[in-house]
Nanobody, 120 residues
Protein backbone atom coordinates (compact mmCIF):
# COMPACT_ATOMS: atom_id res chain seq x y z
CA UNK A 1 0.00 0.00 0.00
CA UNK A 2 1.30 3.42 -0.94
CA UNK A 3 0.10 7.00 -0.84
CA UNK A 4 2.58 9.29 -2.54
CA UNK A 5 2.08 13.03 -2.29
CA UNK A 6 3.62 15.49 -4.71
CA UNK A 7 3.31 19.12 -5.70
CA UNK A 8 4.54 20.82 -2.56
CA UNK A 9 7.08 23.61 -2.56
CA UNK A 10 7.77 27.25 -1.84
CA UNK A 11 5.19 29.80 -2.95
CA UNK A 12 4.62 33.48 -2.24
CA UNK A 13 1.57 34.70 -0.34
CA UNK A 14 -1.40 34.88 -2.64
CA UNK A 15 -0.02 32.16 -4.86
CA UNK A 16 -1.36 28.71 -5.72
CA UNK A 17 -0.23 25.12 -5.53
CA UNK A 18 -1.83 21.85 -6.53
CA UNK A 19 -1.02 18.80 -4.46
CA UNK A 20 -1.52 15.28 -5.77
CA UNK A 21 -1.70 12.00 -3.91
CA UNK A 22 -1.28 8.85 -5.96
CA UNK A 23 -2.61 5.68 -4.36
CA UNK A 24 -1.65 2.09 -5.02
CA UNK A 25 -2.07 -1.30 -3.41
CA UNK A 26 -5.69 -0.93 -2.33
CA UNK A 27 -9.11 -0.27 -3.85
CA UNK A 28 -8.91 3.50 -4.00
CA UNK A 29 -12.53 4.02 -5.04
CA UNK A 30 -13.73 2.39 -1.81
CA UNK A 31 -11.96 4.87 0.45
CA UNK A 32 -12.84 8.31 1.69
CA UNK A 33 -9.82 10.55 1.21
CA UNK A 34 -8.58 13.47 3.26
CA UNK A 35 -5.79 15.98 3.42
CA UNK A 36 -4.30 16.80 6.80
CA UNK A 37 -1.55 19.24 7.63
CA UNK A 38 0.89 19.74 10.45
CA UNK A 39 2.72 22.97 11.10
CA UNK A 40 5.87 23.10 13.26
CA UNK A 41 4.98 22.82 16.92
CA UNK A 42 1.31 22.17 16.20
CA UNK A 43 -0.92 19.14 16.09
CA UNK A 44 -1.93 17.55 12.84
CA UNK A 45 -5.24 18.99 11.66
CA UNK A 46 -7.84 17.96 9.13
CA UNK A 47 -7.93 20.28 6.12
CA UNK A 48 -10.51 18.67 3.86
CA UNK A 49 -12.18 15.37 3.01
CA UNK A 50 -13.99 13.82 0.08
CA UNK A 51 -16.18 10.73 0.06
CA UNK A 52 -15.32 7.64 -1.92
CA UNK A 53 -17.43 8.53 -4.96
CA UNK A 54 -16.60 12.21 -4.69
CA UNK A 55 -20.17 13.26 -3.99
CA UNK A 56 -19.50 15.07 -0.73
CA UNK A 57 -16.70 17.26 0.58
CA UNK A 58 -15.98 19.22 3.70
CA UNK A 59 -13.41 21.83 4.61
CA UNK A 60 -11.85 23.38 7.67
CA UNK A 61 -13.08 26.93 8.18
CA UNK A 62 -9.56 28.23 7.70
CA UNK A 63 -9.41 27.03 4.08
CA UNK A 64 -13.03 27.36 2.90
CA UNK A 65 -13.26 29.27 -0.34
CA UNK A 66 -9.52 28.91 -1.02
CA UNK A 67 -8.88 25.15 -1.19
CA UNK A 68 -10.62 22.54 -3.31
CA UNK A 69 -10.35 18.78 -2.96
CA UNK A 70 -11.12 16.50 -5.89
CA UNK A 71 -10.44 12.92 -6.92
CA UNK A 72 -10.10 10.84 -10.05
CA UNK A 73 -10.95 7.24 -9.23
CA UNK A 74 -9.81 6.12 -12.69
CA UNK A 75 -6.33 7.44 -11.88
CA UNK A 76 -6.34 6.49 -8.19
CA UNK A 77 -5.44 10.05 -7.34
CA UNK A 78 -6.75 12.75 -5.04
CA UNK A 79 -5.90 16.41 -5.50
CA UNK A 80 -5.79 19.53 -3.38
CA UNK A 81 -5.96 22.82 -5.24
CA UNK A 82 -4.76 25.58 -2.94
CA UNK A 83 -5.35 29.19 -3.94
CA UNK A 84 -4.77 32.51 -2.17
CA UNK A 85 -2.17 30.87 0.01
CA UNK A 86 -1.23 32.50 3.29
CA UNK A 87 1.88 32.13 5.46
CA UNK A 88 -0.25 30.28 8.01
CA UNK A 89 -0.87 27.56 5.42
CA UNK A 90 2.78 26.57 5.79
CA UNK A 91 2.87 22.94 6.91
CA UNK A 92 3.57 19.40 5.89
CA UNK A 93 0.51 18.15 4.04
CA UNK A 94 -0.49 14.52 4.37
CA UNK A 95 -2.80 12.38 2.31
CA UNK A 96 -5.05 9.98 4.27
CA UNK A 97 -7.27 7.14 3.13
CA UNK A 98 -9.96 5.57 5.28
CA UNK A 99 -12.78 3.07 5.08
CA UNK A 100 -14.67 0.84 7.48
CA UNK A 101 -14.92 -2.90 7.06
CA UNK A 102 -18.23 -4.75 7.26
CA UNK A 103 -17.51 -5.23 10.98
CA UNK A 104 -16.85 -1.49 11.42
CA UNK A 105 -13.12 -1.88 11.80
CA UNK A 106 -11.31 1.20 10.53
CA UNK A 107 -8.79 0.57 7.79
CA UNK A 108 -6.59 3.55 7.05
CA UNK A 109 -3.34 4.63 5.42
CA UNK A 110 -1.15 7.72 5.53
CA UNK A 111 1.15 9.23 2.98
CA UNK A 112 4.64 10.43 3.83
CA UNK A 113 3.78 14.11 3.49
CA UNK A 114 4.83 16.98 1.28
CA UNK A 115 6.12 20.33 2.51
CA UNK A 116 4.25 23.50 1.61
CA UNK A 117 5.95 26.78 2.51
CA UNK A 118 4.25 30.12 1.95
CA UNK A 119 6.71 32.96 2.28
CA UNK A 120 7.80 36.12 0.54
Amino acid sequence: VQLVESGGGLVRPGGSLRLSCAASGFTFSSYDMSWYRQAPGKERELVTSITSAGRSTNYADSVKGRFTISRDNAKNTVYLQMNSLKPEDTAVYYCYAKRYSSSWRRIDYWGQGTQVTVSS
